[in-house]
């Protein structure tokens, strides 16, 4: 069993940056591959990025070259870094761990957090 726990979503302006964590339970932390997806209002939950355990990103086109996500193993936490937002980025973003090889569908994962809101005003 895992347990995610996100925070450091909030408001931020058109062009700004912000940082998300999610912090895991459990001793296998290392073993899973973590991802992050994002809901936006009326919309259905997008996959954003992925990092693998030894740290090879994969992003969703969207977001690739602003946002980047990384792990720290040791500190069983992943994070995303959104650079450059856009109005479209906001969305409530939920991390999420996978015991697969890889995935980048809601199906590939097998854990979630509760999700944390991001807001981009103009």
């Known amino acids: 069993q895992v347990q995610l726990v996100e925070s450091g979503g909030g408001l931020v302006q058109a062009g700004g940056s912000l940082g998300l964590s999610c912090a895991a339970s459990g001793r296998t932390f290392s073993s899973y591959i973590m991802g992050w997806f994002r809901q936006a209002p009326g919309k259905e939950r997008e996959f954003v990025a992925a990092?693998?355990?030894?740290?090879?990103?994969s992003y969703a086109n969207s977001v690739r070259g602003r946002f980047t996500i990384s792990r720290d193993n040791a500190k069983n936490t992943v994070y995303l870094q959104l650079n450059s937002l856009k109005l479209e980025d906001t969305a409530v973003y939920y991390c999420?761990?996978?015991?697969?090889?890889?995935?980048?569908?809601?199906?590939?994962?097998?854990?979630w957090g509760q999700g944390t809101q991001v807001t981009v005003s103009s």
């Open positions: 999420a761990a996978s015991s697969k090889l890889w995935g980048n569908q809601d199906s590939d994962y097998d854990y």
């Open positions: 990092v693998r355990w030894n740290g090879m990103p």
